[in-house]
């Protein structure tokens, strides 16, 4: 699911215009928000609940969910409907997640989270520093993303197994969303609904790369 919150180079009439300390800090709130949903999704809803329920429906309501919010966020300008679009993101990947980290060992599910942060924060630094080379290859991301996507549904559905490498790759992939999403996110007009916006792209970036990372993970040991 892309968005193209970062082709915005205007403004509304009217829209206030803000710091780049309190454009950043919004960003970081509304990234510490969704976190702070999925854990306590994670913590007070029942696995066996999510997991008695219709698969069918499950992903229906999953992709109907997040491609609403992502057409609220990428087409409105007013901030709080923007955060409505981002909650109906951060609920369903938040009921994912939770099935996802019920499979693997407490203490892997937070090393997992502290190696994300680490190389997320890295790839935030990059897009700051060399945003012209994260613009580049925005194109040979995308066109990989959706090719590792076909590769990993055909061994899903055909050959029956799937290869640690594709993981290694989606990981690699994520990087550099992370690094043009935040490079991008610093270039677009600073204004509270531009921040909310940014804050629900780098988050769906950096929820893909925390599941790939906990899945190598879970493998090595």
């Not at 491609?67 to 409907?81: E, R």
């Not at 599910?109 to 012209?132: C, D, E, H, Q, R």
């Not at 290859?137 to 066109?143: F, S």
């Not at 959706?146 to 790759?169: C, S």
Request: glycine share 6%; hydrophobic share 55%.
């Amino acid at each position: 699911m892309q968005s193209n919150v970062f082709s915005r180079t205007e403004t509304p009439e009217g829209t206030l215009i803000i710091s780049d300390r309190i454009y950043n800090l919004i960003i970081g709130l509304a990234l510490c928000w969704g976190f702070g949903v999925n854990l306590l999704i994670v913590k007070f809803i029942d696995v066996e609940l999510l997991l008695s329920i219709n698969r069918l429906y499950f992903i229906i309501g999953y992709f109907a969910s997040c491609f609403c919010g992502v057409y609220l966020f990428n087409k409105s300008d007013n901030p709080a409907i923007s955060f409505l679009g981002y909650n109906l993101i951060v609920v369903p990947f938040g009921l994912v997640l939770n099935i996802i980290v019920s499979a693997y060992d407490p203490a892997l599910v937070f090393n997992a989270i502290k190696v994300t942060a680490i190389v997320t924060a890295i790839m935030m630094l990059a897009g700051s520093l060399w945003p012209a080379f994260f613009r580049r290859i925005i194109g040979a991301l995308t066109i990989a993303l959706f090719a590792v996507i076909a590769v990993q549904l055909f061994e899903i559905f055909v050959l029956k197994t799937q290869h640690g490498i594709i993981d290694w790759i989606v990981v690699i992939i994520f990087c550099g969303y992370i690094g043009y999403d935040w490079g991008r996110a610093n270039a677009i007009p600073k204004t509270v609904d531009n921040a909310i916006d940014s804050a629900a792209a780098l988050y769906m970036d950096i929820i893909n790369l925390f599941v790939r990372i906990l899945r190598i993970m879970g493998r090595r040991r």
